[in-house]
């Protein structure tokens, strides 16, 4: 990809602008048959809802040979993971562990119960993946497609058929197989097909009041609520300034809304104990508050608490240190915040969300900015945390998009179209040369290119030793404790791996008795590549002669 190292002397710019060329050039030739059967599609919603799910869902499958399933790394998706493998054993929490100090680990209870912090969506979620396919991926796939088929269904509620299908083609660009929320376990899809639901069923009850779409409604406030209950508030706001008034249509929502809180209560009972206290407020209460800052904020000897006293404590000096309650500190958090919306919109768009804006759509302004203020209010800032408002951002795409003169608006889906298949072709082709050469240029590499190598590395060696194993992981001195590697199944005792941490020798000693029949080894994940060898006790120090006393030769001295 450099200049005159090819046949066309063409170096990555040129390449870029080569491709833009060809794609135009054969939009220009091709639109003609093209815009008849995408009018033929989009008068069919039936199958256009099918077909763009299908869609999303086959071009990340077919990334697969050199993308494969995600290796989960991050501890949120852990969490998540156990909350999954809870509810495959048909429980909402895991009766507590005798030997449970060598199982502290991020976002996870220990007592009064073995527990997620989380809620209980995102789990359900990847176990109706790992039930029905085998593997918790298999429900975010599924789930990623379904949410791009339901903003298409929104959007239709809003904008014509024509439109509302540019919408949904929009959306496989921003939020298919090349997005983060397809390619990890933490979250993202879910709640955003809750706000697809809910945005999609507001207009339709203005318009007519229909007991289906108060269920409809109802439907995506269910799922928004066991999934990203603090964010829901804003969620339930929104929909509230939008209907003004109450109708018999939305007591379906009401069902939906309070079965939503009585299973929140149902899991807090059997997480926590009480029918009111949250599993992530126990943990703040026990171990700090959770927010995900920099290590470098720990002095030196915070650094030997467990992960999530670290953590906690890393947050409360953030918290407090950096003056988080006052009013202008508020502002400028938000205003450092923008730049993360741009995950939302793809750079052409931005011209059409420039449009938007004149067209002075209050309501959907006032519900952004309600997210926005609202998530503001956290330290901490995810993407996922405003997912419920993701067909709203393509919507403002989309209606940015209308309000153009038809030539311009074709240019910027041209452009969004180029930008995802330069990339999504850059990947299929993940392994040679040009690909490896253009990989630093692109904007989100969220698939697979920060892969968890070491991980990968240490399950592959794990996977050769066919017998049950116990794993005592030992970090190094200065480790980064956010890399966290103790992670366990939902039923500790019968996993083939059980991962611990190294408490030293007569700690682990308890755990070796525990286990006798598991073949033991040393994780230093630190080491580069990670270590993995048998576990050997430290050699008891010899007994040493006492050393001469300097004064033995030194007469007494004279009274």
Known sequence: MYPFENPAGFGASDVVEFVIAGLLVSLVLLRPRISPLFRKLAAHPVVSVLALGALAAALRLFLLPHHPVPTPDIYDEFSHLLVADTLRHFRLANPPHALSQFFETFFVLQEPTYSSIYPIGQGLMLAFGWNTF??????????????????????????????????????????????????????????????CLVFGALPRLRRQARWRDGWILGAGLFLHLITRPFESIFLLLAAVLYLRRPSPSLLPALVCVLAALGLTAVQNKAVTGNWLTLPEALSQYQYGVPAALTFQSIPTPHRALTPQQQLGYQSQLAFRGSGAETVSTFFTRLEYRVRYYRFFFLAPLYVALAVFLLRRQWWILATLALFALGTNLFPAFQYHYVAAATCLFVLASVLGLEALPRPAAHVIFFLCAAHFVFWYTLHVADDQPFSLAMRHYETG????????????????????????????????????????????????????????????????????????????????????????????????AQPQPPAPSPFEDVPPAKP
């Not at 339901?150 to 809003?158: D, F, K, N, P, T």
């Open 134 to 195: 085998g593997y918790p991926w298999a429900g975010v796939l599924f789930c990623t497609a379904a949410m791009i088929a339901a903003c298409y269904w929104m959007l239709r509620g809003w904008v014509s058929p024509d439109w509302a299908l540019l919408g949904g083609v929009l959306a496989i660009f921003e939020f298919g197989p090349l997005c983060l929320w397809m390619n990890d376990y933490w979250g993202g899809s879910l709640p955003a097909l809750a706000g």
């Open 445 to 540: 590499d969220y698939i697979n290119h920060r892969n968890p190598e070491r991980r990968i590395f240490v399950n592959r060696a794990l996977a050769q030793i066919p017998e049950k194993l116990l794993i005592l992981v030992r970090y190094w001195p200065q480790h980064a404790f956010q890399e966290e590697w103790v992670y366990n199944a939902a039923d500790i005792d019968d996993a083939r791996i059980v991962w611990a941490r190294d408490l030293g020798d007569t700690e682990n000693e308890k755990l070796k008795r525990l286990y006798p029949e598991r073949t033991v080894l040393l994780l230093e994940p630190d080491a580069q590549p990670p270590k993995l060898s048998p576990y050997q006790m430290s050699q008891p």
